[in-house]
């Protein structure tokens, strides 16, 4: 039995929201009180490469079409090699800012991926409107990291950045499977 896709979501929105909490310690606090306790310099890493795998569960159980494995697949692979670069900068073996524009590529492709992954117009239904507004978001929040491997050390990338998965947490918490955005459907056939 394959739970419906709600659960998922929610499941998916749990991590982004565990993850953007994380993040929001660290602005707040500062990396230098933060970084007090060692372990806790690997917990975003380590949250996003444990999501990058339980979303390729995801990618295995939701193979209602190849464009769904793809999508679920894309999102699988962009978390864990962000999280495994960011673990690895954590460690020490690697020291460049620059490292932050493969979590800002993860972020930009994550997009697109929302973006292709939803075949339906903007104000088709709920889902459909949920994909578009996460595609384009996760594009302009790869901003975040993009600035932060060019001009390292400035707390507005730190706090966009963990921002990021505290609204995407939001929205997938918001997202349900066929739920009209306008009105009812009406003799019109949901393509999910």
Do not use: C
Not at 38 to 65: E, N
Not at 127 to 149: C, E, M, Q, R, Y
Request: hydrophobic letters at 60%.
């Amino acid at each position: 039995m394959v739970p419906k896709a709600e659960v998922a979501h929610w499941f998916g929105a749990s991590v982004a929201l565990l993850l953007g909490l994380i993040l929001l310690a660290e602005v707040i606090v500062g990396p230098e009180v933060f970084g007090t306790r060692r372990w806790r310099a690997y917990l975003w890493p380590f949250v996003a490469l444990v999501g990058g795998m339980f979303l390729w569960v995801v990618a295995i159980f939701s193979t209602f079409s190849t464009m769904h494995l793809v999508a679920h697949s894309v999102w699988a692979e962009s978390a864990m090699i962000a999280g495994a670069v960011q673990l690895a900068v954590v460690r020490g073996k690697l020291s460049s800012s620059r490292w932050w524009l493969v979590t800002a590529a993860a972020l930009f492709f994550s997009g697109v991926t929302f973006l292709v992954h939803e075949q339906n117009t903007w104000l088709f239904s709920r889902a459909a409107f949920l994909h578009h507004t996460i595609g384009w978001s996760l594009i302009v929040a790869a901003l975040f990291p993009l600035g932060a491997a060019v001009r390292p050390g400035r707390r507005v990338w730190s706090t966009g950045f963990a921002l990021t998965f505290v609204v995407l947490a939001v929205m997938l918490y918001s997202d349900r499977d066929s739920a009209p955005i306008f009105g009812h459907f009406e003799g019109v056939v949901v393509r999910r």
